[in-house]
């Protein structure tokens, strides 16, 4: 089966940049039943813009359908359901049994795909979802390689095998956590996770004046469910030689240039291990641009065998941060003034060195000699976001590429 890169789209703007950055397919959720509830998500008429865009230039997208409802969502549900039927869209990405059941009965054209959040880890489990119609499965993201080629060998070929590749992790079992529930009262499972995992926690010792005890050496206190994220752009092809159809990248409330930038490398290595799976090599220029992006440091998670431990948890600190920052979106390229033509998103000056992102290219250099307004005027610093600017250079932009300033 032919591998697919499989991105975030969080609104339109970052599915487009997905396709444009060499996404084959792309997930989001409607307003309602996915796990996102804070990402912009996509309105009915949305989607359905969504699906045109994606199949007139060749690409895919799945619908997150992933809550775990109640008795009282399932009328919307079916109305949601028969709607993405009508729309075209090329699968849903459910998890709960009853909304399995109601999708192959009043929308059986759609496909459906399973989602991690079912904990699918042995292949007994895996063939009893297939036989209920399931065409393809995200599997748990507890699995070592030698374990998801077992599940794979097992199953009919024509069930197509999913595993995320980079972003996030949860620290809880394939995402089944209840903190956030707890301790702010949103719902995880209606999409609403305040990632509560993230969170600095010190003892209280009771009789101690609620003196705050740090449970690591730090005076911060200690972040002891933080993990590191998932990047496995090195194993690739021991992923692929594995039985890995769909490599999923997680990140739909990420940033655009997260998107573009996280894209663009696993587009480069997936083509490279493609091409040369047996003596596939990870170049230095791909670890580098993940680095670039935000990122809590890295971990192959489970995929190298064991169960997680010190290399899995940042106990330093929750941020994520990346090196560098999403200065502009381009919007096109004006020949007769040889200028780019940009989307501000963060100030710059000129003076400063920008790098300019393209598909499947390394970065170029560009300097920022002036800046012109849309009327023509001249600035020396641009600090209006989303402001329309020409920038002149000789490099030759194109619709979706990325402007971004490396940090000091």
Same mark, same amino acid.
Not at 65 to 73: A, I, K
Not at 199 to 208: A, M, T
């Given at each position: 089966?032919?591998?697919?890169?499989?991105?975030?789209?969080?609104?339109?703007?970052?599915?487009?940049?997905?396709?444009?950055?060499?996404?084959?397919? /792309?997930?989001?959720?409607?307003?309602?039943?996915?796990?996102?509830?804070?990402?912009?998500?996509?309105?009915?008429?949305?989607?359905?813009?969504?699906? &045109? !865009?994606?199949?007139?230039?060749?690409? +895919?997208? =799945?619908?997150?359908?992933?809550?775990?409802? =109640?008795?009282?969502?399932?009328?919307?549900?079916?109305?949601?359901?028969?709607?993405?039927?009508?729309?075209?869209?090329?699968?849903?990405?459910? &998890?709960?049994?009853?909304?399995?059941?109601?999708?192959?009965?009043?929308?059986?054209?759609?496909?459906?795909?399973?989602?991690?959040?079912?904990?699918?880890?042995?292949?007994?489990?895996?063939?009893? #979802?297939?036989?209920?119609?399931?065409?393809?499965?995200?599997?748990?993201?507890?699995?070592?390689?030698?374990?998801?080629?077992?599940?794979?060998?097992?199953?009919?070929?024509?069930?197509?095998?999913?595993?995320?590749?980079?972003?996030?992790?949860?620290?809880? =079992?394939?995402?089944?956590?209840?903190?956030?529930?707890?301790?702010?009262?949103?719902?995880? !499972?209606?999409?609403?996770?305040?990632?509560?995992?993230? #969170?600095?926690?010190?003892?209280?010792?009771?009789?101690?004046?609620?003196?705050?005890?740090?449970?690591?050496?730090?005076?911060?206190?200690?972040?002891?469910?933080?993990?590191?994220?998932?990047?496995?752009?090195?194993?690739?092809? +021991?992923?692929? +030689?594995?039985?890995?159809?769909?490599?999923?990248?997680?990140?739909?409330? +990420?940033?655009?240039? !997260?998107?573009?930038?996280?894209?663009?490398?696993?587009?480069?290595?997936?083509?490279?291990?493609?091409?040369?799976?047996?003596?596939?090599?990870?170049?230095?220029? #791909?670890?580098?641009?993940?680095?670039?992006? &935000?990122?809590?440091?890295?971990?192959?998670?489970?995929?190298?065998?064991?169960?997680?431990?010190?290399?899995?948890?940042?106990?330093?600190?929750?941020? &994520?941060?990346?090196?560098?920052?999403?200065?502009?979106? /381009?919007?096109? =390229?004006?020949?007769?003034?040889?200028?780019?033509?940009?989307?501000?998103?963060?100030?710059?000056?000129?003076?400063?060195?920008?790098?300019?992102?393209?598909?499947?290219?390394?970065?170029?250099?560009?300097?920022?000699?002036?800046?012109?307004?849309?009327?023509? $005027? *001249? /600035?020396?610093?641009?600090?209006?976001?989303?402001?329309?600017?020409?920038?002149?250079? $000789?490099?030759? *932009?194109? $619709?979706?590429?990325?402007?971004?300033?490396?940090?000091?």
């Amino acid at each position: 089966m032919k591998t697919e890169l499989l991105s975030p789209a969080g609104d339109f703007e970052k599915l487009k940049v997905a396709c444009h950055f060499g996404a084959d397919a /792309v997930y989001f959720a409607g307003k309602r039943f996915g796990l996102r509830a804070y990402a912009g998500n996509f309105s009915v008429e949305e989607m359905k813009e969504a699906f &045109s !865009y994606l199949h007139a230039i060749g690409k +895919k997208g =799945y619908v997150t359908v992933n809550v775990f409802p =109640y008795d009282e969502d399932f009328p919307e549900l079916e109305e949601h359901l028969r709607y993405l039927a009508e729309i075209k869209a090329d699968g849903v990405i459910l &998890s709960d049994p009853g909304v399995l059941s109601l999708a192959r009965k009043v929308a059986p054209s759609l496909e459906i795909h399973l989602s991690t959040q079912a904990n699918t880890l042995n292949a007994r489990a895996a063939a009893f #979802w297939a036989d209920m119609g399931v065409s393809r499965i995200v599997l748990a993201r507890e699995l070592s390689l030698d374990r998801i080629a077992r599940i794979r060998d097992a199953l009919d070929p024509a069930v197509e095998i999913e595993c995320f590749a980079h972003g996030a992790m949860c620290i809880s =079992y394939s995402g089944r956590c209840l903190l956030s529930n707890y301790l702010s009262g949103r719902d995880n !499972y209606s999409g609403e996770c305040v990632q509560a995992c993230r #969170w600095n926690y010190v003892l209280h010792e009771k009789s101690r004046d609620a003196r705050e005890f740090p449970i690591e050496e730090d005076e911060r206190g200690a972040y002891i469910m933080n993990s590191h994220d998932l990047k496995t752009i090195d194993i690739i092809d +021991k992923m692929m +030689k594995a039985g890995v159809t769909s490599f999923k990248i997680e990140g739909r409330m +990420k940033t655009v240039y !997260y998107v573009a930038s996280v894209t663009d490398a696993y587009r480069r290595a997936l083509d490279e291990a493609a091409e040369h799976l047996d003596d596939y090599r990870c170049r230095p220029e #791909w670890e580098e641009e993940l680095s670039l992006a &935000s990122n809590r440091g890295f971990t192959h998670g489970f995929l190298l065998g064991g169960k997680g431990g010190k290399d899995t948890i940042s106990y330093e600190d929750s941020r &994520s941060e990346g090196g560098a920052t999403f200065i502009a979106k /381009v919007l096109g =390229y004006d020949f007769e003034k040889r200028c780019a033509i940009i989307e501000q998103r963060n100030r710059f000056s000129v003076g400063d060195r920008l790098e300019l992102m393209r598909p499947v290219q390394e970065p170029r250099s560009i300097s920022v000699d002036k800046i012109y307004t849309e009327s023509g $005027e *001249t /600035v020396s610093d641009a600090i209006r976001v989303q402001e329309i600017l020409r920038i002149p250079t $000789e490099e030759v *932009t194109t $619709e979706g590429d990325i402007l971004r300033r490396r940090k000091a």
